[in-house]
């Protein structure tokens, strides 16, 4: 495969209050092998170093490592670093296929092939049925259009309409607040444009991973100042799975980096976890995404 190569680095750092006794924690900061994405080199450090420790996939087949720590400790640091190479996303058929065509495909035909699919299009805790997300979906999806267009309207709506702003929600906002609000992030738009198409019956699933962001003009690239992306990939049989990104209105091309993807956000939080003890803690969360 010829792409484009990066390094990518992604530090983690929890500082307690109180000493930590028991620490359990799953890390998903291992960027899948894809047929356009290759995996050339990993290293996940964890500091304090763990008691226990073992990888394993999860049912979408991301890459999880399960760390146990059973020593007090007051900090804890889980930096990765990696190198991956990023090429181009497989071209589709262009035949217009409708999208209620596409909805009663994954609807209607019982298959193996499609059972992901069709699991995508139901609701979860994070991104429930939204009355709100639906209404607001039917000036992209109009009838009979083709479901490409219509998912790009979409994309672009979502662009047009929200305001990104840091800082704006948490990461329990509902979908029904960002649309109250007109502001989010990634994350947020994400999580919205699913449930547009969930609400009419299209599969859409959320991708997190990394975006290559270019500095100010004349400016030097910053290490450490780069974030985790997230955004949407939709299905449909004419075109499998294509990656929608409504934060850039975009599909997603060589400078998206694919770590993990779920139904929402919490099938691929990078790190999550379960601690006795530690009282107060203070999160520091550190990016850098550098062409290699």
Known sequence: MSGVRYTVE???RYAY??????SWQLARLAPRDLPWQKLLSHSLQIDPPPDERHDAPDSFGNSVTHFGLHGAHRLLRVRMACSVEVGTRPVWASAAQPWEQVRDAVRNTPTLGALEPACMCEPTVLVP???GARLYA???LAPGRDWFEALSALTQAIHDDFEFEAGA???STSVDEVLYQRRGVCQDFAHLMIACLRGHGLPARYVSGYLLTDPPPGQPRLLGVDASHAWVAAYSPAHGWVEFDPTNNQLADERYITLAWGADFADVVPLRGVILGGGEQQL????SV???
């Open 10 to 12: 992604h530090e983690t």
């Open 17 to 22: 209050a109180a000493p930590v006794s028991q």
């Open 129 to 131: 049925l939204s009355e």
């Open 138 to 140: 039917r000036g992209a």
């Open 169 to 171: 929600t948490t990461v």
């Open 284 to 287: 520091e969360v550190s990016v």
């Open 290 to 292: 550098t062409p290699a």
